[in-house]
Nanobody, 119 residues
Framework: VQLQASGGGLVQAGDSLRLSCAAS????????VAWFRQAPGREREFVAA???????NYVDSVKGRFTIFRDNAKNTVLLQMNSLKPEDTAVYYC??????????????WGQGTLVTVSS
C-alpha cells in the first residue's frame, strides 16, 4: 500500500489542523494506521494509531486534543489536531501495518507533512 500524507501548514497556538493519510493500491481499512512525528533535533515519536476495528491509541501529550479516525469512503485516515501548541511543531508521518504493531514497527510509511505552530 502506498501512503500520502497531507494537510500540514503554519498555524498559531490554539488553532486546529486536520492531517490526511490517503492510501492507494489497497483498502486502508485492511490496515492499522498510525501517525508519528519528528521535531527538529529529536527522534521520531508515536502520536496516534487506529486499529482495523477502530480502537484508538494516543501518546499522553496529545490525549484530549488529537483524534484519529477513518474515512473509508475516501480510503483515508485523518488526524484532527485541536488546541495546537508550539511543541506540536514537527514533520508528521503516517504509517500502516496489518496489526497494532504499527505503533512501534510499521510496515509502510508515507512521506511527511510539516506542521508548524507559532506561539
Amino acid at each position: 500500500v502506498q501512503l500520502q500524507a497531507s494537510g500540514g501548514g503554519l498555524v498559531q497556538a490554539g488553532d486546529s489542523l486536520r492531517l490526511s493519510c490517503a492510501a492507494s493500491g489497497r483498502p486502508l481499512s485492511n490496515y492499522a494506521v498510525a501517525w508519528f512525528r519528528q521535531a527538529p533535533g529529536r527522534e521520531r515519536e508515536f502520536v496516534a494509531a487506529i486499529s482495523i476495528r477502530g480502537t484508538t491509541n494516543y501518546v499522553d501529550s496529545v490525549k484530549g486534543r488529537f483524534t484519529i479516525f477513518r474515512d473509508n469512503a475516501k480510503n483515508t485516515v485523518l488526524l484532527q489536531m485541536n488546541s495546537l501548541k508550539p511543541e506540536d511543531t514537527a514533520v508528521y508521518y503516517c504509517a500502516a501495518s496489518w496489526t497494532m504493531a504499527v505503533t512501534t514497527t510499521p510496515s509502510y510509511w508515507g512521506q511527511g507533512t510539516l506542521v508548524t505552530v507559532s506561539s
